[in-house]
């Protein structure tokens, strides 16, 4: 069986970094203290969610919350 529980802390901690400024999947990855292959995996699922898109900037792909990803943080904030 899968610990949800610890996906869920990842992922609240890959938006942490993304709700701050886009970011590539190695500057995720040392914010976060995981490693590139598994804040990728985090960040697919997430984007099949629509929770974050990638975008190519200046010849690199840059992560960031989508409009419902940012939606989605500012309920759990308020």
């Known amino acids: 069986m899968r610990n ?3 996906g869920l802390l990842t992922r609240s901690r890959i938006i942490d970094v993304l709700s701050r400024k886009a970011s590539t999947i190695q500057q995720i990855a040392e914010e976060v203290g995981l490693s590139e292959s598994a804040v990728r995996r985090h960040l697919k699922n997430m984007l ?3 929770v974050v898109e990638k975008l190519r900037f200046k010849g690199r792909i840059l992560w960031r919350l989508s409009g419902s990803g940012q939606l989605d ?4 904030l308020s």
């Open 73 to 76: 943080l500012e309920e759990a």
């Open 48 to 50: 099949a969610e629509g």
């Open 4 to 6: 949800v529980r610890r």
